[in-house]
């Protein structure tokens, strides 16, 4: 009872209004441009549709954030679930200019921002799930406790015109109110026993996140740095192309600088999948 009422408390205080973060935010560039919503239906879409319209006035690094989403999304047609106030839900606007093949760097940015500031918080190892998941090791299994939902437009010239980077991340979700879900969900909290300050970690995302963007933007990959991280290198996994029914079965064998992964199939020949369409699991025994 007393743990409950002092984790209430706790929830009470994390405000992430923009007062709040931009006391606390220590960026030159990134989230200086900062919305809060209590609640509206997927940050990405509200950027999107904002964008679409071709008169947007939203500056690069522009970050919306919300307490709850009405329609939060995955890839595909999958949503994101997080009841309110318990997570970090926001996404962030980009103009990189960069040519298309690099896309993808963003999401190897967002994960890389993600695990730096999920460590120096809470002392957890935090690991990346190819493409777009990030995990933590609980009992000798993986575990998801955020989620990269990376969207662009390419411009007629093949750079990337504007990309919306969204991260949801469960942060002081209770056990007992985490989603039921076939790739098992957890949270910050339940796996490290107590709540973490939403604000600190948010602004530590922001501040990784700038990090590893002005290297990029010099042309330095994020690729070594992401894949260090990856679980099941070298292990037996099976890829399920959506929409396709067709699953590839056999070893990872690392990913291309593109951020493909690379696995070599039972007839020993190398197939590189390009995330988007597929989702991956670890390979059971009958
Ligand atoms: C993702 O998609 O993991 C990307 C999630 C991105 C969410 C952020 S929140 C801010 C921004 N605005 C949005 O609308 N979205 C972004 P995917 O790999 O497709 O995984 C989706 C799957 O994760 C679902 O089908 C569920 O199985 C599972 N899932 C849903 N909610 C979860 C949660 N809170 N924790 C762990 N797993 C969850």
Redesign the pocket.
């Known amino acids: 009872m007393a743990a409950a009422g002092r984790q209430d408390t706790i929830f009470m205080q994390d405000s992430l209004k923009p007062e709040q973060v931009q006391k606390a935010l220590r960026t030159g560039w990134l989230g200086r441009s900062y919305r809060y919503l209590a609640a509206v ?5 509200m950027l999107k549709a904002e964008e679409s319209g071709g008169r947007s006035s939203n500056d690069a690094g522009t970050v919306l954030l ?1 307490d709850y ?1 009405e ?6 047609a ?5 009841p309110p106030g318990s ?1 970090l ?3 962030i606007l980009l103009r990189p200019g960069w040519p298309v093949e690099r896309l993808t760097w963003l999401t190897m940015i967002c994960g890389l921002a993600v695990s730096e500031a999920v460590e120096q918080q809470s002392g957890l190892k935090a690991r990346l799930k190819w ?3 990030c995990v933590l090791e609980r009992e000798n299994k993986w575990q ?6 990376l969207e662009g437009t390419v411009s007629e010239r093949g750079t990337v015109k504007y990309a919306i980077a ?3 991340i ?1 942060v002081n ?1 209770p056990a007992k109110e ?2 039921q ?3 098992p ?3 910050l909290l339940a796996a490290n026993g107590r709540p973490l300050s939403r604000l600190d970690l948010f602004c530590t995302i922001l501040s990784c996140f700038e990090a590893h963007y002005d290297r990029a933007a010099q042309g330095v990959s994020p690729h070594a740095a992401w894949q260090d991280r990856l679980i099941y290198m070298n292990e037996r996994v099976v890829v399920s192309r959506l929409g396709q029914g067709v699953d590839v079965a056999g070893q990872v064998m690392g990913t291309d600088a593109s951020g493909r992964l690379q696995i070599r199939d039972d007839d020993g020949a190398i197939r590189y999948i390009a995330a988007g369409d597929v ?1 991956l699991r670890q390979y059971l025994e009958q």
């Not at 239906?41 to 879409?45: A, I, K, M, P, V």
Request: aromatic share 8%; proline share 4%.
């Open positions: 239906g997927s940050t990405n879409d919300t989403q329609q939060g999304r995955g890839r595909l999958r949503s994101w679930e997080a997570s839900l926001f996404s493409p777009n998941d998801k406790y955020g989620g990269i939902l969204g991260m949801g469960n979700i985490l989603p879900t076939s790739f969900a957890t949270s989702s």
